[in-house]
């Protein structure tokens, strides 16, 4: 009887270090994470330039998950740094910075991005300092806009034609073809309102 309870009690001193052992690994994977939380916090805000401090001396502020940038007429919404895409080739920036005016030509029937389409041209319209035309690549009741192509655009007013597909971006003459998907489209707007504002 006495035996039986010794192996009894080892067995269980057994289990009880197992468990031990358990918690020790588990306390220390969780501090583990919670360390790795403070850091990456540490990374994210206190390792975050200030106002004229931030990439090529950037004058920003984010507000509720929304970075502001400090433009010369004015703060203007962003969804991404300038260097979280490619920048536009040199031909493209300098058609934006030099026209006159712009057309948005675009796919009326691209359902999967007709949405982005219409927020990114209303965008431009607003925080562009030059007239923001549209035009669509085939006729459709929705959108009353002329049908156009690469062809109508000319040095003063450059077309941005938002393409189906994920290409990324090619000039032939005045026209900036912009092949996008979602928030490709998105990053693009970015890329051409950093463009337009010379902050590239």
Do not use: H
Request: net charge negative; aromatic share 10%; hydrophobic share 40%.
């Amino acid at each position: 009887m006495a035996k039986k309870q010794s192996r009894k009690s080892r067995s269980q001193m057994r289990e009880e270090k197992r468990q031990q052992r358990v918690r020790l690994w588990m306390g220390i994977f969780v501090i583990s994470i919670m360390v790795l939380s403070v850091i990456s916090f540490a990374f994210v805000f206190y390792g975050m330039p200030g106002p004229g401090g931030g990439p090529d001396g950037l004058d920003y502020r984010i507000d509720n998950n929304q970075l502001f940038v400090q433009t010369r007429t004015g703060e203007v919404p962003f969804y991404s740094w300038p260097d979280s895409e490619a920048p536009l080739p040199r031909e493209a920036v300098s058609l934006i910075q030099n026209a006159q005016s712009v057309i948005v030509l675009f796919d009326p029937e691209d359902e999967e991005n007709i949405m982005l389409l219409d927020l990114v041209r209303w965008e431009l319209s607003q925080y562009m300092q030059i007239p923001v035309g549209a035009a669509v690549t085939n006729e459709t009741t929705a959108y009353p806009y002329d049908v156009g192509s690469c062809d109508i655009a000319t040095q003063q007013t450059p077309v941005l034609y938002f393409a189906p597909g994920n290409e990324g971006v090619s000039v032939e003459d005045a026209c900036i073809t912009i092949s996008a998907q979602q928030e490709g489209i998105i990053l693009q707007r970015d890329q051409i309102l950093y463009s337009y504002f010379d902050l590239r």
